[in-house]
């Protein structure tokens, strides 16, 4: 197949090194197989698959895992397979599926390639999926280092991840197994167009194919060319956070202040990174132009995802745990009743009256940027707060929480990330993880600022019992 990049050559290493393939049945992998088979019959080296068994899509998984088991067989080729229970995980942790189950699958690949000593692990992603991330990313307001797309290679566990097919589009790969013979399996889920990745990809991609001729290509070299831009730009940064850290790990202001801010932003990413775990993939653009704010300012603080807390002090900038300073307030539940509600902890108390709006107060806790959102009137009276719950439409034991990672709302006819919207409404990061948000039996029923679902919305002023919007103001 044109366009295949042989493992050894995308990590830089001997031809006969081991490869680990992340083998999941469907056309993408399938090729893959067959490709890297012929690979290794040339050079020599150790085939190895791995398979993950989610615990999901009922008899399909079972399937895959069939069917996987009986290409290795095929093959000659060993394989490992992962049985996990990933909406258990999802119940656990709040995350979406879709993470729970990428954390997985990644840490089981991780755990493989250690025990087996196979320094290379292989994944189908393709121009395809690597245009479709680019458009969502960009959707999202991605930095330039997002919309340097799939990474054709990069460390993992010890070793490089390698993506050989990352050249190759989708209808190539299916050329491909058709010209081959080559069997697979379809996850039915792929058309699913509530999900954002799949509507992308039955809709936007087809679009684009009929304005210009292989989109595919020209954003995957429009990917070559911004990364080797941003790659310099990381030389250029590496240099100004080697300047400015200290050896706890904090940062020099007066070494920062002044700095070009693709600079800035770039130093900042790097100190994140040395950081105890990191979420770094969780990581957006406004939380880095945050940073960068605080910076400026030189007093202050901003809470980043996870458990991270920056705190400027006028000569430095200094990381911290927010659960070491805090009380932790995950597990906050509060069922939907009537009453005022105080919640210290949080700085908020809701009110909740028969026939009269739903009423939250802030404090803003010497946090600049939440003080500035909630005081600006725009944010107070956004029409999508004044959406009208009809609430015999909502499941039983309706209550309020805080968001969890993951959380899904069924908006405008697509589940869209929380965070993604509450991003997008302009909510500062500190103000998210206090935000209550009205959840149900089905999910999230409605996320203050940013709207209510599809299912419980009205503008029916004459249908409800309760009318929810939020009033904000400071709380003693």
């Not at 095929?74 to 729970?100: F, K, N, R, W």
């Not at 395809?128 to 566990?157: K, Q, W, Y």
Request: a neutral charge.
């Amino acid at each position: 197949m044109k366009r295949f990049t042989p493992p050894h050559q995308s990590a830089h290493v001997a031809p006969n090194t081991s490869v680990l393939l992340a083998l999941s049945g469907g056309a993408d992998s399938r090729a893959l197989l067959h490709l890297l088979a012929q690979d290794a019959g040339r050079h020599g080296y150790a085939l190895h698959l791995a398979h993950v068994h989610h615990g999901i899509r009922e008899g399909e998984a079972d399937r895959d895992e069939t069917f996987c088991r009986e290409l290795a067989a095929a093959y000659g080729c060993p394989i490992h397979v992962l049985h996990t229970d990933v909406p258990a995980i999802v119940a656990q942790t709040g995350e979406s599926p879709e993470m729970a189950g990428r954390r997985v699958r990644y840490a089981y690949f991780a755990e493989l390639m250690q025990e087996h000593h196979i320094p290379l692990l292989a994944t189908a992603h393709h121009a395809d999926d690597n245009m479709e991330t680019v458009l969502l990313r960009l959707a999202d307001g991605s930095s330039s280092t997002g919309l340097c797309g799939i990474a054709p290679a990069h460390p993992f566990a010890g070793g490089t991840l390698v993506r050989p097919l990352l050249g190759v589009t989708r209808r190539d790969i299916l050329a491909y197994c058709e010209k081959n013979h080559l069997t697979y399996v379809t996850d039915s889920t792929n058309a699913d167009t509530a999900y954002a990745r799949n509507r992308v990809r039955a809709e936007i991609i087809p679009a684009m194919e009929h304005i210009v001729p292989h989109p595919q290509m020209q954003i995957l070299r429009t990917c070559y060319t911004l990364r080797e831009d941003d790659d310099y730009l990381f030389t250029l940064a590496r240099d100004l956070h080697t300047k400015a850290r200290l050896p706890d790990g904090s940062l020099r202001l007066d070494v920062l202040q002044g700095a070009p801010p693709p600079l800035l932003r770039r130093a900042l990413l790097l100190a994140l990174r040395e950081q105890t775990a990191p979420p770094t993939h969780r990581l957006q653009l406004c939380h880095l132009d945050a940073l960068s704010q605080l910076v400026a300012r030189a007093r202050g603080m901003t809470d980043l995802p996870g458990d991270l807390r920056a705190t400027a002090d006028g000569h430095t900038l200094r990381w911290s745990q927010k659960s070491a300073q805090a009380p932790p307030v995950a597990s906050l539940f509060l069922p939907l009743t009537e009453g005022t509600h105080h919640l210290p902890q949080l700085g908020i108390t809701l009110t909740l009256t028969a026939d009269l709006p739903f009423t939250a107060t802030f404090s803003c806790r010497n946090d600049a940027q939440s003080e500035k959102f909630l005081k600006n009137p725009q944010n107070v009276y956004n029409p999508f707060i004044h959406d009208t719950l009809t609430f015999d439409t909502i499941m039983k034991g309706a209550y309020f929480r805080l968001r969890k990672e993951g959380d899904l709302l069924l908006l405008r006819g697509m589940h869209r990330k929380v965070r993604k919207l509450q991003n997008a409404a302009g909510i500062p990061p500190a103000l998210r993880e206090r935000v209550p948000l009205l959840c149900d039996e089905a999910g999230v029923v409605w996320v203050p600022f940013v709207g209510a679902r599809d299912d419980v919305s009205t503008k029916d002023k004459s249908a409800p019992r309760y009318t929810l919007h939020l009033s904000v103001g400071e709380t003693e």
